[in-house]
């Protein structure tokens, strides 16, 4: 398996919590630095957060920074990503990856709506 399998999107309300979780390869997972994408119809793929392998040092972007958390479990192979007061902004199919992604990395992603 190269594409990670991304998991736990759905439809909620402004304000409430989503937990995504993105299981990938071992060589994937093994990589420098981890991190989660989002993209809308019309717009390119955003980067929303990372974490690094050495350390689990941390990046967000200043749209999810203090909402979001990214997280990573070593002996699951699987990242994931603590989305809490979601607001209809965050809409968006999410997909994980490595930093800097990989086009053949690239799986399904999962679709996150944030109704108001």
């Known amino acids: 398996q190269v594409q990670p399998v991304e998991s736990g999107g759905g439809l909620v309300q402004a304000g409430r919590s989503l937990r995504l979780s993105c299981v990938l390869s071992v060589r994937t997972f093994n990589s420098n630095e981890l991190a989660w994408f989002r993209q809308t119809p019309g717009k390119e793929r955003e980067f929303v957060a990372s974490i690094r392998s050495s350390g689990g040092t941390t990046y967000y972007a200043a749209s999810v920074k203090g909402r979001f958390t990214i997280s990573r479990d070593n002996a699951k192979n699987t990242v994931y990503l603590q989305m809490n007061s979601l607001k209809p902004e965050d809409t968006a199919v999410y997909y994980c990856?490595?930093?800097?992604?990989?086009?053949?990395?690239w799986g399904q992603g999962t679709q996150v709506t944030v109704s108001s």
């Open positions: 990856n490595k930093n800097p992604p990989l086009t053949r990395i």
